[in-house]
């Protein structure tokens, strides 16, 4: 029997990691795939790691990889394909807005020969207006930048296969990372299948609109060098304004006989400093990004892994321990 993995990345979800248990429990229950479950404590600081070490207590199909630290959603998740045994694997968040009873669909497309699912929202009941424009401007952005086209609204709820997740496993290790970009452009046979994004079962969302906007500012850079043509363009466009400047300060001088005006001084150089600060800027964004991949520091560390057998065992030898 071939076997599902679904890695649930976790970051201080105490108030939601019961229910989605329990909904994953009823969704897998009538799949027929095997299944394992792989949850991804990405460094919670509130009662998460308690709760998930009783999930592997008591099922042998549960899988905890904990952290040593909070290294972010992506990291998250990337840890978690590197520990999925499966031959395909789910990958989708705790806090329930990517419902699992799509598990059952997403394994139908595995058996159709499928290599990539990408789940595409069409509502997002959770978000807010200014959120969901923010997301559909960003994929117009990229798709239009980026020689590579992306699905629109795709989300980190996804499935791959074992041979997809290889490929991530052992090429794709940038620090700097997109993972739902990077699924879509390993090719093989995809497949979307939409769905709506639930609201968050509890807790706050971890993601600011800064933080996001920071977020998409560095997979532009990271998908596309159109940025860095800017200053070519921006160059020529600055010198066609330049000259067009010095024809009329000429006109005016014969003519009219009246010196360049201040205005137009301050406005010229207004235009060029900010140019060529927001040229730097993109420059520096691009640095910033090859700084990262030349640490080559680890993506993610592993503090320990709990399973049905780990955690009985040391629960034995405590018990042991303490009759001594």
């Keep these: 029997m071939k076997r599902i993995s679904v890695v649930v990345s976790s970051y201080n979800e105490e108030l939601v990691l019961e229910q989605l248990y329990s909904e994953l429990l009823a ?6 795939w095997d299944y394992e479950i792989v949850f991804v404590n990405d460094g919670s600081i509130d009662s998460s790691g308690r709760i998930l070490r009783g999930f592997a207590e008591r099922n042998p199909k549960v899988k905890v990889i904990n952290l040593s630290r909070n290294f ?5 998740m990337i840890a978690g394909i590197d520990y999925a045994a499966g031959d395909g694997i789910i990958c989708m968040d705790a806090d329930l807005q990517h419902p699992p009873r799509y598990i059952p669909e997403i394994i139908e497309k595995f058996e159709e020969g499928c290599d990539i699912i990408s789940m595409v929202r069409t509502k997002n009941k959770g978000g807010r207006l200014m959120k969901n424009m923010a997301s559909d401007i960003f994929y117009k952005v990229l798709n239009h930048f980026s020689s590579m086209k992306f699905e629109e609204n795709a989300s980190d709820f ?20 997109f993972l739902r970009g990077f699924v879509q452009s390993i090719g093989y046979k995809s497949e979307t299948i939409k769905y709506q994004a639930e609201k968050r079962a509890g807790g706050k969302c971890h993601y600011s609109i800064i933080r996001l906007f920071k977020f998409a500012v560095t997979i532009l850079c990271g998908f596309s060098d159109i940025p860095l043509k800017i200053g070519i363009y921006s160059g020529i466009f600055a010198s066609a304004c330049g000259m067009i400047l010095i024809v009329y300060s000429c006109i005016m001088k014969i003519c009219f006989s009246v010196p360049s005006g201040y205005t137009t001084i301050i406005v010229a150089l207004c235009f060029l400093f900010s140019l060529t600060l927001i040229v730097l800027g993109i420059i520096g964004e691009y640095i910033t990004i090859i700084l990262a991949e030349v640490k080559n520091r ?3 560390i592993v503090e320990e892994i709990l399973d049905f057998r780990t955690v009985n065992d040391c629960e034995k030898q405590y018990a042991e321990k303490k009759e001594d």
Excluded: Q, T
Aim: aromatic letters at 8%; glycine letters at 6%; hydrophobic letters at 35%.
């Design 158 to 177: 996804f499935g791959i296969s074992n041979r997809a997740a290889d490929i991530l496993r052992h090429e794709y290790r940038e620090n700097v990372r």
């Design 72 to 76: 972010g959603h992506e990291s998250a």
């Design 27 to 32: 969704a897998l229950s009538i799949c027929k």
């Design 298 to 300: 680890p993506i993610y």
